[in-house]
């Protein structure tokens, strides 16, 4: 079965512009994460979706970030008037379930999009 | 606050030896602990799933084991290849929290 996409692979722009970041996951998972890893760094968490409950924003760095999960699916990431600290490579991953209890909180990740602020 | 440390950023060893990575963490309770590979310009793969009442896990050629009283977990690759060269994540996960990844340890195996 198809796993985890997003688009675009890679994505360049200028300072201050806005950008959309596209995730699809894997068909029937109901958890659905946003992390950012930037050269060197270890993942950073940023939002988190579980079915139709109210997203986890805990993570977002800053107001200009945002996302959202239509139909329970497909999910954007929005970054507002993007900074050079930005650019990083921003990785979806979705699962099964969440804190079951088992190996259905095991997160299928995307390949990412890479993203250049310049 | 919650702070994650993998060994050395990097480690190279001999094909055929066994590669032990290390994941420590401190302020953190988690129930699970779970090791990913990450390869160049692609995402996470998951391996290996420990819970916090477990103290070995095994899979094929991997190992993990996880001490909550030290507050560490080993990651062994027995038998190592080439085609295990990658960047290694460990990654916690408390109840009702979310996970949190460590900052990954990159393993060259040399043949």
């Known amino acids: 079965g198809a796993g985890v996409s997003q688009s675009p692979s890679n994505k360049v722009t200028e300072k201050g512009k806005d950008v959309e970041l596209r995730c699809d996951p894997i068909s029937g998972h109901t958890a659905l994460y946003w992390y950012r890893q930037s050269l060197g760094q270890g993942l950073e968490f940023l939002i988190y979706?579980?079915?139709?409950?109210?997203?986890?924003k805990s993570g977002l760095p800053s107001d200009r970030f945002s996302a959202e999960r239509t139909g329970g699916s497909v999910s954007t990431l929005t970054i507002q008037r993007t900074q050079q600290e930005d650019s990083a490579v921003y990785l979806c991953?979705?699962?099964?379930?969440?804190?079951?209890?088992?190996?259905?909180?095991?997160?299928?990740f995307g390949p990412g999009t890479r993203l250049t602020v310049l | 606050s919650q702070k994650i440390e993998q060994n050395s950023e990097a480690l190279n060893i001999q094909e055929g030896k066994t590669a032990t990575l290390t994941c420590n963490y401190t302020?953190?309770?988690?129930?699970?602990l779970q090791w990913y590979r990450q390869d160049p310009g692609r995402g996470p793969v998951f391996l290996l799933l420990i819970r916090e009442n477990e103290k070995e896990k095994r899979k094929e050629r991997l190992k993990v084991t996880f001490d909550t009283t030290l507050k560490q977990s080993l990651f062994h690759i027995t038998a190592s290849q080439p085609a295990d060269s990658a960047t290694y994540l460990c990654?916690?996960?408390?109840?009702?929290?979310?996970?949190?990844f460590g900052p990954g340890t990159r393993l060259s195996v040399l043949p």
């Open positions: 990654a916690l996960e408390g109840y009702g929290q979310n996970f949190v």
């Open positions: 991953a979705s699962s099964l379930a969440r804190s079951s209890g088992g190996s259905t909180d095991t997160q299928y």
């Open positions: 302020n953190y309770s988690p129930a699970y």
């Open positions: 979706f579980q079915g139709n409950s109210a997203p986890d």
